[in-house]
């Protein structure tokens, strides 16, 4: 009896982790996170760019986008909500610093989850 009781809560904890997966989509670093970040933050975020000199951030490669700012990473792998990359586009930092910088057009909903689903998929280099 413990057993069977035992098999059916496993049973339904996969099944709840199958249907939260399925709201992710598969994102890919080059197919769909590299264009969002070329198109958003190139500007200041590549060689000579106001981001890179401040910050150190630079996301011309997957290397630089993984080894983050002079202080630390920025993203942390399977783990999109505590990912400091995420906390700025969406805002939940300080204003001044929202990610892109000063009045640039903001990252759609779409193109955020894109990235979030990446990391939470273990921001792989894909
Ligand atoms: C118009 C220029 C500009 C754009 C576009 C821009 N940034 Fe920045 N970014 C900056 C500047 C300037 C800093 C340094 C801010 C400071 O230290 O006050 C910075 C700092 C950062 C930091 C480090 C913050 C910290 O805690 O030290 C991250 C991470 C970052 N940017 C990510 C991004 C991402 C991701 C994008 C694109 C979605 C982006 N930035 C677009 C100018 C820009």
């Known amino acids: ?34 264009p969002i970040l070329d198109k958003h933050c190139a500007e200041c975020h590549l060689d000579g760019g106001a981001g890179l000199i401040k910050s150190g951030f630079n ?3 997957y290397q630089g986008l993984m080894t983050g700012t002079k202080f630390g990473p920025v993203i ?3 783990d999109s909500l505590s990912s400091t990359l995420v906390v700025l586009v969406e805002g939940r930092a300080d204003p001044s610093l929202r990610m892109p910088h000063g009045d640039r057009e903001q990252l759609s909903k779409q193109e955020i989850k894109t990235i979030r689903d990446w990391i939470d998929q273990g921001a792989m280099n894909n």
């Not at 809560?9 to 939260?20: D, E, G, R, Y």
């Not at 709201?23 to 670093?29: L, P």
């Open 59 to 61: 996301i011309g490669s």
């Open 76 to 78: 942390t792998a399977g």
């Open 1 to 34: 009896m413990q057993n069977s009781i035992r098999l059916l809560v496993s049973v339904l904890s996969v099944f709840t982790l199958l249907s939260a997966c399925s709201s992710t989509e598969k994102a890919s670093y080059s197919q769909n996170v590299k």
